[in-house]
T-cell receptor, first 119, second 115 residues
Framework: DTGVSQNPRHKITKRGQNVTFRCDPI?????LYWYRQTLGQGPEFLTY????????KSRLLSDRFSAERPKGSFSTLEIQRTEQGDSAMYLC?????????????????FGAGSRLTVL | AQSVAQPEDQVNVAEGNPLTVKCTYS??????LFWYVQYPNRGLQFLLK??????LVKGSYGFEAEFNKSQTSFHLKKPSALVSDSALYFC?????????????FGKGTKLSVKP
């Protein structure tokens, strides 16, 4: 297993365009997270999947942001009508989780991130 | 509100000297605490965690952290720093108000170890 893979690593786009990022988690992990990191700040939680179910999406920054994990494997994060303020590093992480695990006790494995630059 | 504070933007240490990277937290309920390290162009890597039990937690690369409930702190330590320890370090706490315990991160501390 090569860990968590994110593509593209860097995306430059013009304001108003749509962008999509892909995350391939560790194959045996059933939980997948998206975070956003801006310069000088720590990662900020966006959304979370358990298998194909999106269990938390209230932290998505606006209705321009959406995420899917259609078959419980890879996930995509789409930003519609991008704005300059969307420029950031978008991080994906995955973890294992079983019934009975202490919620939040599992270690997250992060990908290297996808850097978005909106001109 | 739940939060993590890393009061130092940067910590400078000479190689071979002990290092401490500070972290304090504010969370409702039992804190689950984590340290991650980020090298340039690499993803965040897990170092160690405190869930319950012994207040002194040992992790990867010789790092350890001490959970202090009364001071709501979880400082990262290493007895002898290496130049290769130079990186960005993040403290995180489980978000007890979100589902499934998502992590709340501090803003990070840049550790610089000079030869």
């Amino acid at each position: 297993d090569t860990g968590v893979s994110q593509n593209p690593r860097h995306k430059i786009t013009k304001r108003g365009q749509n962008v999509t990022f892909r995350c391939d988690p560790i194959s045996e992990h059933n939980r997948l997270y998206w975070y956003r990191q801006t310069l000088g700040q720590g990662p900020e939680f966006l959304t979370y999947f358990q298998n194909e179910a999106q269990l938390e999406k209230s932290r998505l920054l606006s209705d321009r942001f959406s995420a899917e994990r259609p078959k419980g494997s890879f996930s995509t994060l789409e930003i519609q009508r991008t704005e300059q303020g969307d420029s950031a590093m978008y991080l994906c992480a995955s973890s294992s989780g079983r019934a009975g695990d202490l919620a939040g006790a599992n270690v997250l494995t992060f990908g290297a991130g996808s850097r978005l630059t909106v001109l | 509100a739940q939060s993590v504070a890393q009061p130092e933007d940067q910590v400078n240490v000479a190689e071979g000297n002990p290092l401490t990277v500070k972290c304090t937290y504010s969370v409702s309920g039992n804190p689950y605490l984590f340290w991650y390290v980020q090298y340039p162009n690499r993803g965040l890597q897990f170092l160690l965690k405190y869930i319950t039990g012994d207040n002194l937690v040992k992790g990867s690369y010789g790092f350890e952290a001490e959970f202090n409930k009364s001071q709501t702190s979880f400082h990262l330590k290493k007895p002898s720093a290496l130049v290769s320890d130079s990186a960005l370090y993040f403290c995180a706490v489980r978000d007890t108000e979100g589902s499934q315990g998502n992590l709340i991160f501090g803003k990070g501390t840049k550790l610089s170890v000079k030869p």
